[in-house]
């Protein structure tokens, strides 16, 4: 079966400074989304993306976040300014379609930890 | 004193017995309802959907029961496997116009353990 791949698994960052999480969507998929996991907490919608441009975003995305599909087959989550609260596991998902009812692979995620 | 939100309701269970793992979902407009199962250090895996035009729904060794008047949702896995230890949670989503991956809503989860 076709899967998700995100880099890197683990990654460690200093308060203040900017991370780029990325991930490779499957390859006939047009939607892709990001989500977030606080350790023991539910997962939690971030965004998604279609055609090159946002087209859903939750309260958490504020301006410190910005996704990209820089190529044609990355797509990157960007962080400007870590802060303690960010860190969490962030898995990458994609989809055929935007309806609720595609059902939508996850990625293995990457632990994001800011110190 | 620690977080409650660290603390998963937990599903001991002995191989070969049947595992019910139950959602009580937030939004009566909820029309379609989704099972995960994430292993450690995994990302979400889907398992199995329902619609709420639906009260039950049977996969391979997995059932969806909805319950719509008690906004409740389970779980049922068959001859529950050591490889089906994982946490279960459970998503709800309201397909209005618009509708997408976006506005799911993920329940907490609940920890099943098999014990060999």
């Known amino acids: 079966e076709p899967e998700v791949t995100q880099t890197p698994s683990h990654q460690v960052t200093q308060m203040g400074q900017e991370v780029i999480l990325r991930c490779v969507p499957i390859s006939n998929h047009l939607y892709f989304y990001w989500y977030r996991q606080i350790l023991g907490q539910k997962v939690e919608f971030l965004v998604s993306?279609?055609?090159?441009?946002?087209?859903?975003k939750s309260e958490i995305f504020d301006d410190q976040f910005s996704v990209e599909r820089p190529d044609g087959s990355n797509f990157t989550l960007k962080i400007r300014s870590t802060k303690l609260e960010d860190s969490a596991m962030y898995f990458c998902?994609?989809?055929?379609?935007?309806?609720?009812?595609?059902?939508?692979?996850f990625g293995p995620g990457t632990r994001l930890t800011v110190l | 004193g620690e977080s409650v939100g660290l603390h998963l309701p937990t599903l001991s269970v002995q191989e070969g017995d049947n595992s019910i793992i139950n959602c009580a979902y937030s939004n009566s407009a909820s029309d379609y309802f989704i099972w995960y199962k994430q292993e450690s250090g995994k990302g979400p895996q889907f398992i199995i959907d329902?619609?709420?035009?639906?009260d039950k729904r049977q996969g391979q060794r997995v059932t969806v029961l909805l319950n719509k008047t008690v906004k409740h949702l389970s779980l049922q896995i068959a001859a529950t496997q050591p490889g089906d230890s994982a946490v279960y949670f459970c998503?709800?989503?309201?397909?209005?116009?618009?509708?997408?991956?976006?506005?799911?809503?993920f329940g907490k989860g609940t920890k099943l353990s098999v014990k060999p």
């Open positions: 998503a709800e989503n309201i397909e209005d116009y618009g509708g997408s991956q976006g506005n799911l809503i």
């Open positions: 329902i619609r709420s035009n639906m």
């Open positions: 993306f279609y055609n090159n441009e946002i087209s859903e």
């Open positions: 998902a994609s989809s055929e379609v935007a309806s609720g009812r595609a059902r939508g692979f």
